[in-house]
């Protein structure tokens, strides 16, 4: 008995998967918030466009060197906003690349804009 | 020659009592039989984006979006239009204050799409979103030469 009660726990322990789905959260601004006027000397403009390309300051950057970007220029200003501009006809893959790089450039403060 | 003061009378038994490892067996069995949650497909056909920033959102996520490639939206396994997802979203996490809403988007889906996605769940106060992705293992920085 003990030996079929052993066969059963070890198949359930090799196929249980725990349904653990991770992601980036985000909190978006409620219905009721009303939009704020920030500076525009804290506010870097990153564009993420359609067919995989990543601009900021005028310049084609690399998905790789947005968190160096992001990095220096936190550095240089600690209240800054990243506003992340994605053109609707972009990739959701490559929003989600660049906003991970934010993220892990350790930026607070994100803005989500879309743009055509 | 008398025993020594010390000496044991009765010894006990030196085996290890194996009687309640069946117990014991069934006991897990039982809890791993009750913890174990089969995915379910939801339909739509998925790959989610990678992200090295990801965290677990726990437990209390209520509503879960599919958007598949081709821009179809999905809740609840039910393939709703763009302009029915406020709707939805404002009863499914009616007194749900912290309910996070995941949103499960392929990661060649047009942003467009998801975009208006997330206009509707401002729109319908779900202040909490999670992109869900697949967690990408940080890269290591390369080791210098000696």
Redesign the interface.
């Known amino acids: 008995?003990?030996d079929l009660?052993?066969l059963?726990?070890i198949f359930?322990?090799v196929?249980?998967?725990?349904?653990?789905?991770?992601?980036?959260?985000?909190?978006?601004?409620?219905?009721?918030s009303s939009s704020t006027r920030v500076d525009a000397s804290d506010v870097l403009e990153i564009h993420?466009l359609a067919g995989g390309r990543v601009e900021a300051q005028g310049q084609s950057i690399g998905v790789t060197n947005v968190r160096r970007l992001v990095e220096q220029a936190l550095a240089a200003n600690p209240d800054l906003i990243v506003l992340l501009t994605?053109?609707?006809?972009?990739?959701?893959?490559?929003?989600?690349?660049v906003?991970?790089e934010i993220?892990?450039a350790n930026c607070r403060r994100i803005s989500?804009k879309?743009v055509e | 020659m008398r025993p020594s003061k010390f000496q044991r009378k009765n010894r006990v038994a030196n085996t290890i009592p194996t009687v309640s490892m069946g117990d014991i067996a069934f006991l897990l069995l039982i809890f791993f039989m009750a913890t174990t949650i089969f995915r379910l497909d939801s339909g739509l056909q998925v790959v989610l984006p990678s992200a090295e920033s990801t965290e677990n959102p726990g437990r209390e996520r209520v509503a879960s979006i599919w958007i598949d490639r081709d821009g179809r939206i999905s809740i609840n396994d039910r393939f709703v239009a763009a302009s029915d997802v406020e709707g939805i979203v404002i009863t499914t996490i009616l007194g749900k204050p912290d309910a996070i809403v995941a949103l499960n988007a392929d990661e060649h889906a047009p942003y467009g799409i998801v975009s208006d996605v997330i206009e509707a769940l401002k729109k319908a106060n779900a202040a909490r979103l999670s992109f869900t992705s697949e967690r990408e293992e940080r890269a290591v920085p390369p080791r210098p030469s000696p």
Request: aromatic fraction near 8%; hydrophobic fraction near 50%; glycine fraction near 6%.
């Open positions: 008995m003990s009660a052993f059963l726990l359930f322990v196929t249980t998967t725990f349904a653990i789905e991770e992601g980036i959260p985000l909190a978006l601004p409620g219905r009721s993420a994605a053109q609707r006809s972009a990739e959701y893959g490559l929003m989600v690349d906003l991970d993220k892990l989500l879309t």
